[in-house]
């Protein structure tokens, strides 16, 4: 199937999600995660409109928001952060859904160029308390959240979860970090529920997801041999 058969697919997929959740599909957007994916693949979904795209790694992200500057994309990243990548990424993207460090947090706020707007984030929250993996225990949540409140150039949008590979229950994984994301909501304006990927993209949205991020479900399957 090609690339753009399967990406009206989906809009109509997500659409029909969000109508089995008693919710108006234009408030959940599409984020195509293209990381190990060609420029061509990308080029082709921006062409159609797709906006949002979303990044793992800084340097195979860099090559791709270079060549692509005729488009008009809002670029996420979406892996782990390394402080020696915060100016490049507080430069290029227009989003960050991995936060997790109050450190990285001031380094990006510092190094986010005043002339942009300030960068979104989205706080990643470990549920199922995997050491291996990036976000922070939901207990600590609030108090980041407190902090990344006060950084000047810095918009702290809402919450991002990654779920175990293999969940035997996903939608109750997902309603557990929307309870979450309602009960913070009434201490700080948010917005964001970043959360759903290929697998598991309906269960979230009927968690009340605002943002899923699907790759091979959109792209196929990653090719390995794409340089990071
Ligand atoms: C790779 C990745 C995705 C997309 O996963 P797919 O299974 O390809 O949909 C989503 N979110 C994060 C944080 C990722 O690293």
């Not at 109509?12 to 999600?17: D, F, G, H, L």
């Not at 008009?72 to 020696?84: A, E, L, P, R, Y």
């Not at 990548?85 to 986010?112: C, E, G, M, P, Y």
């Not at 590979?165 to 970043?194: A, E, G, V, Y």
């Amino acid at each position: 199937m090609s690339i753009i058969v399967r990406y009206h697919q989906l809009l109509q997929e997500i659409a029909v999600c969000a109508k089995k959740a008693q919710r108006s599909p234009e408030n959940i957007t599409l984020l195509a995660v293209s990381k190990k994916q060609t420029i061509e693949s990308i080029e082709c979904l921006a062409a159609q409109g797709q906006r949002d795209f979303a990044e793992s790694y800084l340097q195979e992200a860099l090559t791709k928001i270079n060549h692509l500057k005729r488009f008009d994309i809002n670029w996420h990243f979406i892996g782990k952060i390394q402080s020696n990548k915060t100016q490049a990424i507080a430069t290029h993207f227009s989003w960050v859904h991995s936060l997790d460090r109050l450190n990285i947090a001031l380094r990006l706020s510092q190094q986010r160029p005043t002339t942009l707007k300030p960068l979104n984030v989205c706080i990643q929250v470990n549920l199922q308390e995997e050491s291996q993996k990036g976000g922070i225990p939901i207990s600590d949540c609030e108090q980041l959240a407190f902090e990344i409140r006060k950084l000047p150039n810095i918009n702290l949008r809402g919450l991002m979860a990654l779920p175990k590979k293999h969940d035997p229950s996903p939608l109750q994984t997902f309603s557990k970090l929307n309870q979450h994301f309602s009960s913070l909501k009434k201490r700080i304006p948010l917005d964001t529920l970043s959360m759903g990927m290929s697998q598991d993209f309906e269960e979230a949205i009927q968690a009340g997801s605002h943002v899923v991020r699907i790759g091979e479900g959109l792209f196929g399957p990653r090719d390995a041999g794409i340089a990071t």
